[in-house]
């Protein structure tokens, strides 16, 4: 498939009227038999710069930028710099603005770490990681997202059984006071792992050198760790904590069609 093929993928004609429910379930439909490339297209031709990839520097975050570029896609890049990231995920992100010519925003939280140890109290991902993760990562992530219409993600189904049947395209509710609803696109979902590195390499993209010392996913550096042989990819996050989710991907309701 290729990105000549987004064509034929209905696009509305003049200002298009906000996606229902019945519209992305029709429209999931259809980009299942599409390429990355496709829905990537039909997200800069729908939304303009009102869409945007949010990423973490994960593998299918990586290659789903190179994807976009080689498709000529310039799309909004923007990351959640936590305070608490690796030296080499901080890195990574430099050398990734210099490959793809693209500046990557930095979206941080209102509290530095120091602050929240003085208002919440110290390492508060040792005590209480849904909050902390609320503080840092979610709150930051709702704020950049009302400015957007368009939400785009590097998940992927293979990722672990809590994200086994996201789709391509999925609606949700951003502000259900104010009425407003965002489209978060996955393009990356049906990518296996091996996929994601065969692409990679082949293409050179930097990625972060913790991979090759055995993290699978890659967060702040206080909350991952190395996974073993087998482990789920997501394994090494939160240790000793239920938790398998930052919250970043369930706080919004997503928004169904019960229409059969
Ligand atoms: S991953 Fe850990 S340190 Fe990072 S925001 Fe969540 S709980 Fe806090």
């Not at 992305?24 to 299942?32: S, T």
């Not at 110290?122 to 992530?141: E, F, I, N």
């Not at 692409?199 to 055995?214: F, M, S, T, V, W």
Request: charged share 25%; with cysteine.
């Amino acid at each position: 498939m290729t990105t000549s093929d987004a064509a034929s993928i209905p696009k509305p004609a003049g200002e298009p009227a906000p996606l229902t429910a019945r519209d992305v379930a029709a429209l999931n439909g259809q980009f299942e038999q599409r390429s990355p490339e496709d829905i990537l297209a039909w997200a800069g031709d729908r939304f303009g710069r009102r869409a945007a990839i949010g990423t973490s520097f994960q593998g299918s975050g990586l290659v789903m930028m190179h994807l976009a570029k080689m498709a000529g896609l310039n799309f909004p890049i923007f990351t959640l710099d936590t305070g608490l990231l690796f030296p080499e995920t901080l890195d990574l992100h430099k050398r990734l603005e210099d490959f793809f010519g693209w500046k990557i925003e930095s979206i941080v939280p209102d509290l530095t770490v120091e602050q929240q140890a003085e208002v919440i109290g110290p390492d508060l991902w040792t005590r209480d990681p849904d909050l902390c993760c609320t503080t840092r990562k979610v709150l930051p992530l709702q704020t950049k997202l009302r400015e957007l219409d368009c939400w785009i993600t590097g998940l992927r189904r293979h990722q672990t059984r809590t994200r086994a049947d996201i789709g391509l395209i999925e609606l949700y509710t951003l502000d259900a006071r104010g009425g407003s609803d965002i489209v978060k696109l996955n393009p990356m979902a049906k990518w296996p792992r091996e996929a994601i590195w065969r692409h990679i390499r082949q293409h050179q993209i930097p990625y972060n050198p913790l991979h090759d010392e055995g993290y699978k996913s890659i967060g702040c550096h206080t909350c991952t760790r190395k996974t073993a042989r087998g482990e789920d990819e997501r394994a090494g996050r939160w240790i000793g904590f239920k938790k398998v989710e930052c919250g970043i991907h369930t706080f919004m309701p997503r928004k169904i069609d019960f229409q059969i």
